[in-house]
């Protein structure tokens, strides 16, 4: 049974930074892309807003690059995400998610955490 679990959300200032963490169990990431989505309250969920490839090759979206880190730990089958200066617009549930793939009308992902709560506000 695969599972991956965050942890690491929180309230945060304004400009100030966050360190997210997913464990993920019952899957070796090595050799697997994987990646972060989320989803704010009351919007759909949006698509991968960061991802790693098993080659460490990184890709972000707009709204989060320059500011946000994607990094792994294949030994500790870990996927982390920096968060740095960060906006009130970035308050959502982040999930992590693995393996991803490339599909036809953007990434999927066959697991995903339950998520963890990031709130932008002073």
């Known amino acids: 049974q695969v599972q991956l679990v965050e942890s690491g959300g929180g309230l945060v200032q304004p400009g100030g930074s966050l360190r997210l963490a997913c464990v993920v169990s019952g899957l070796e990431l090595d050799g697997y892309s994987v990646g972060w989505f989320r989803q704010a309250p009351g919007k759909e969920r949006e698509g991968v807003i960061c991802?790693?490839?098993?080659?460490?090759?990184?890709s972000y979206e707009e709204s989060v690059k320059g500011r946000f880190t994607i990094s792994r730990d294949n030994l500790k089958n870990m996927v982390y995400l920096q968060m740095d200066s960060v906006k009130p617009e970035d308050t959502a549930v982040y999930h992590c998610a693995a393996p991803i793939w490339a599909g036809v009308h953007g990434y999927v992902y066959d697991y995903w955490g339950q998520g963890t709560q990031v709130t932008v506000s002073w």
């Open positions: 991802r790693m490839s098993s080659d460490g090759t990184t």
